[in-house]
């Protein structure tokens, strides 16, 4: 499988950030989300950069049990990978306390939601797991990668007074109210390639520093340039680009690079 340069699609949001790097090819405006993805067959896992300049409504997301329930291909599992902060920034994930559905519906109704998620300082580095049913919400000052199962199913609790729909019943009924007890951690800052996580739809990796890719194998890679550069026969992947395919035959990567790569399950 050779490796290609996947398409950019440029999300606008009212809480997205006006000083997106250049390398990103944005429009002007307030670019909160790139999504990287064939337009004409889309792949099992979507990656995304994220930046935030207001926070993200209290959201959740179902499971494949769930969502095949309600008539979806499949739920959503997703990683967040920060790479970039300013201020007093946060990322809310699951709550202070557990909460019976009744609870929760209430706490979102009232707004008493927004200070029940347990919002945790976060640094450039910072990574967590976020698995179907946990409650969440990203801050304000926050850039970060998102790699997610490719389905776009987002169920709002509470969203600040902004005038969007929310979500309560499906929500409220995939959710679990509960403290967070996922997988998390820093990125490494020691060279060579290192497993992140390894869940039920896919695993991430960091190659940091000069890295043999070959151990990698025929199977295929999702790779996501953070520092850095990795040149490849389809062009030279760079931050603001998402490359996919295989890495078997290896690659040039920069001394100073940072890579994520993501392998389907």
Known sequence: MSLEILPRHFVEKPWGQSDVPAAFGAPEGKLGEVWFDRADAPLPLLCKWLFT??????????N??????????SGKEECWIVTETQGDARLGIGLTKSLSHEELRAASLSGEIEDLLDWKPVKPGDWFHIAPGT????GAGVRLVEIQQNADV???????GRPRELHLDDGIAVSNPSVYDGAQGHLSQEPGLHLLFDGPHFRILQAQGPTDLESLGERPCYIVPVKGALATA????????????????????????????????
């Open 135 to 138: 409650v969440h919400a990203i």
């Open 154 to 160: 987002t169920y709002r609790l509470y969203d600040y």
């Open 64 to 73: 494949d049990e769930q969502a095949r329930a309600r008539s979806l291909a």
């Open 53 to 62: 300049s207001e926070k993200l409504s209290v959201q959740v997301h179902p």
């Open 234 to 265: 389809a062009g030279e992947l760079e931050p603001g680009s998402v490359g996919y395919g295989s890495l078997a035959g290896g690659g040039s990567v920069s001394g100073d690079s940072m890579l994520l790569i993501a392998q389907e399950s």
